[in-house]
């Protein structure tokens, strides 16, 4: 098999991640910050590591603004929904994921808070900016920013779009969902208030790993509350981080796993890491650019700054077509909508979809070439 669906969550893991999670599962077995018996505090401790990793990874200084929840959506959201207030609007790109637009459509509609969109030009970030600049102002809300779309790969100008919230005294969310773990992402040189993760994706960890990184002195308001193992006599939520919003049991196990899976990183270096996937990419889009029934809506080939995702259609067929005679080959592909309206608006493929190609660090150049072949004889 040829997994090349790296962009929905990577596969495989690494041997360090699978064997932390066994580990886990054997050895750190309590409910951490529960109880005060050895294992619920070895367990506590575990979990304590995997927050100073993410701290040095994105250059947070507190472990404790290092806050799990269930996947990258529920920190968008949490974030999202706390920020949200009437009379104010948020202003989000045209490149963004349902994990954004659907929240912002769901408080629209319920007339709570409006949003407007950013167009992202593909090709020069002056004109991404300026779009961005018109829409801020003293009633935004909060910016919300992907580090890069799960769509083309486009990086977006975050550290600029940054400098007009900082200017404008509005805090910036963005969306590391396709970006953690394969580009540089430092929290205090780049200005973002609200980081949120798929530690599943570009970090290797396990399912059900979402990670929201907080600098700034603002904390969300909650939009869970529950037990936190803190204050239990109080029927107030602790206003304390990570408590505040880490109510119920967390992934315990898969937390910990996140400790090795940014050590994995690390130590194979994002620099490599990046330019490994980005080499892949580039060359495929060079040979489908060469085939006259394939579009290809990555620009790998012109050098510009892309996170490892390439979109393309063969014409005359519908992306879930060409992804299913890729299946028959073995060869795993999205297709489809990447649960991105706005990001195949901006692409003008809301009719057709595209089929998404994504490696990781395992992904081969064997395994690209024979993906090549295989599109060609459809293709042709």
Avoid at 127 to 146: G, P, R, Y
Avoid at 264 to 280: A, D, M, P, Q, T
Avoid at 346 to 355: F, M, N, P, R
Wanted: hydrophobic share 40%; charged share 25%.
């Amino acid at each position: 098999m040829i997994y090349l669906d790296n962009a929905a969550t990577t596969y495989p893991k690494p041997k360090c991640v699978i064997d932390s999670v066994k580990k886990s599962m054997i050895n750190y077995g309590a409910n951490p910050g529960r109880s005060g018996y050895k294992m619920a505090l070895e367990t506590a401790e575990k979990v304590y590591e995997s927050r100073e990793a993410l701290c040095s990874l994105f250059n947070i200084e507190n472990p404790e603004n290092i806050v799990f929840t269930l996947n990258c959506t529920a920190a968008l959201n949490m974030c999202i929904k706390s920020l949200a207030k009437r009379g104010k609007r948020f202003v989000c790109s045209s490149l963004e994921h349902n994990a954004v637009a659907r929240p912002l459509e769901k408080l629209k509609k319920d007339g709570v808070c409006d949003y407007k969109t950013a167009e992202v030009d593909l090709k020069n970030d002056d004109i991404t900016v300026k779009n961005f600049d018109s829409l801020i102002d003293k009633d935004t809300a909060a910016v919300i920013v992907s580090a890069a779309s799960n769509v083309t790969g486009t990086v977006l100008p975050v550290k600029r779009i940054s400098a007009l919230c900082k200017k404008k005294n509005v805090p910036l969310i963005v969306d590391a969902a396709q970006a953690a773990g394969i580009i540089p992402l430092d929290c205090r040189k780049l200005g973002i208030d609200y980081l949120c993760v798929a530690a599943h994706k570009g970090l290797y960890a396990p399912d059900g790993t979402g990670v929201l990184v907080i600098n700034t002195d603002s904390v969300p308001d909650t939009i869970i509350e529950g037990g936190t193992g803190s204050n239990s006599l109080s029927l107030i939520q602790p206003d304390f981080l990570p408590d505040r919003l880490e109510s119920g049991t967390i992934n315990t196990s898969g937390v910990i796993s996140i400790k090795p899976a940014v050590d994995f990183i690390l130590k194979n270096g994002i620099g490599n890491i990046y330019s490994h996937e980005y080499s892949l990419m580039k060359y495929l889009e060079s040979e489908l650019k060469n085939m006259k029934n394939v579009k290809v809506y990555s620009a790998f080939t012109e050098n510009r700054a892309l996170a490892p995702v390439l979109s393309f259609n063969i014409k005359g067929l519908r992306s879930e077509e060409v992804s299913s005679f890729l299946a028959e080959k073995n060869v795993c592909v999205r297709a489809g909508y990447h649960c991105s309206f706005l990001a195949h608006r901006t692409l003008g493929t809301l009719e057709t979809g595209t089929v998404r190609i994504s490696p990781s660090l395992f992904t081969k150049k064997r395994d690209i070439n024979f993906t090549i072949n295989c599109i060609y004889k459809l293709q042709n």
